[in-house]
């Protein structure tokens, strides 16, 4: 059974900076990848960051490219989000998960989901 936990949310000012994290069990670290959804209240949720576990090819949306870092420990079976220069329109719960097909991780179809964290920017 595929397990994703995430952790590292918070409140923080803008301009300010996180790192999240996603542990992920029950799944095979040697193809696939993950990705890093989040869900701003009223708006859908959105991919913002996928990187593939083979290969370690990067993708991220545009309004978070240049700000935000994705990376993997394959040691501990556990990819980052690194944030900066945070927004106020980054406020979200923010998601991981992980698929096979990159190209069914990225228009979020997947069963493999974690619970989420709560990234508040906020003054």
């Known amino acids: 059974q595929v397990q994703l936990v995430e952790s590292g949310g918070g409140l923080v000012q803008p301009g300010g900076s996180l790192t999240l994290s996603c542990a992920v069990s029950g799944f095979s670290w040697d193809y696939g990848a993950i990705g890093w959804f989040r869900q701003a209240p009223g708006k859908e949720r959105e991919g913002i960051s996928f990187i593939t576990l083979h290969d370690g090819k990067i993708v991220y949306t545009d309004s978070v490219r240049g700000r935000f870092t994705i990376s993997r420990d394959n040691t501990k079976n556990t990819v980052h989000l690194q944030m900066n220069s945070l927004l106020p329109d980054d406020t979200g719960r923010y998601y991981c998960?992980?698929?096979?097909?990159?190209?069914?991780?990225?228009?979020?179809?997947?069963?493999?989901w974690g619970q989420g964290t709560q990234v508040t920017v906020s003054e």
């Open positions: 998960a992980a698929e096979r097909s990159f190209a069914r991780l990225i228009i979020g179809r997947t069963d493999n």
